[in-house]
């Protein structure tokens, strides 16, 4: 984590100098505005970062002396295929149609998008990939 750690703090010191140097060469609050929101974005993920990786002891990749057994085994659950993305996005899709063409479009598709989300949530719940 030390090695993320320092991969935001740089990218921090860079928007630090690059974020007034812009406003003094265009003037423009947006992009300004923008720059420094990006600035303390990054500031708070590199504070996170380096309070945990204090905390935590080092991962195989963290240590100079590991070997590449030392990062055998489970690295997590990785769902399979799944259809409800695509019913979410859909459901999003009449959405924003709803707003575009009519307010009953757009309750129909939150009433749909409840059920496609909800499908999603739940999948591993029942059916073919119980746990």
């Known amino acids: 984590m030390k090695d993320e750690t320092w991969i935001f703090a740089i990218t921090t010191g860079f928007l630090?100098?690059?974020?007034p140097a812009y406003w003094f060469i265009t003037g423009d609050w947006t992009g300004t505005s923008?720059?420094?929101?990006a600035t303390l974005l990054v500031?708070?993920?590199?504070?996170?970062?380096?309070f945990h990786a204090s905390k935590m002891e080092p991962r195989p990749e963290d240590r100079k002396d590991a070997e590449i057994a030392d990062g055998a085994g489970e690295l997590g659950f990785?769902?399979?295929?799944?259809?409800w993305p695509l019913w979410c996005g859909l459901t999003l899709?009449?959405?924003?149609?709803?707003?575009?063409?009519?307010?009953?479009?757009?309750?129909l598709g939150a009433a749909l998008g409840i059920i496609a989300l909800s499908g999603w949530v739940f999948e591993f719940y029942?059916?073919?990939?119980a746990h």
């Open 16 to 19: 630090v100098l690059v974020s």
């Open 34 to 37: 923008a720059l420094t929101m």
């Open 43 to 50: 500031l708070m993920i590199s504070l996170y970062l380096g």
């Open 78 to 83: 990785f769902p399979p295929y799944s259809w």
């Open 93 to 107: 899709a009449i959405c924003v149609l709803g707003v575009v063409f009519g307010w009953w479009l757009f309750i």
């Open 126 to 129: 029942r059916g073919e990939h």
